[in-house]
């Protein structure tokens, strides 16, 4: 980022802690996060979470995820582990809420994009996507019917 004058800030950080949390990497999120520069509200509370989650500390870990929330209502990775804590509590009415809520937001699961450089052009695809300009040509190249 930095080669391209970027210079990383918190957001940044609370990018990649929520991507390699969705990914199930804890532990790298965990060092991740040790070596941030930042130390705000968020990374903190995933920091608190990601510790109760390997060490089995459900009730810390609960208020770690819904501190998160708070912030960040639709961080799908801590809308998962606050389910999961809650399932390993038997709080099924958290799970129950957790999952109506989850169902509202569109961004629960983003597309899968594709990429792909043509004659120095790149080309964006989405799943399933039927719009693309040159939908039929690549279908065609890909013996895809």
Not at 72 to 94: M, P, Q
Not at 96 to 115: M, Q, T
Request: glycine fraction near 6%; charge should be negative.
């Amino acid at each position: 980022m930095e080669e391209l004058g970027i210079k990383p800030g918190p957001k940044h950080y609370s990018c990649m802690v929520s991507l390699l949390s969705k990914a199930g990497l804890l532990e790298e999120a965990k060092d991740f996060i040790s070596k941030s520069p930042f130390c705000d509200d968020y990374l903190e509370s995933w920091r608190t979470l990601l510790s109760c989650i390997t060490k089995e500390n459900s009730q810390i870990g609960i208020q770690a995820a819904k501190r998160i929330l708070s912030i960040d209502a639709e961080d799908s990775a801590a809308n998962v582990l606050l389910t999961n804590l809650y399932a390993a509590t038997g709080r099924w009415d958290g799970v129950v809420d957790i999952r109506r809520k989850l169902r509202g937001f569109s961004s629960l699961k983003d597309p899968g994009l594709s990429w792909i450089e043509v004659m120095k052009n790149i080309h964006v695809f989405s799943s399933g996507d039927q719009l693309h300009s040159d939908v039929d040509e690549v279908k065609a190249e890909l013996h895809i019917d």
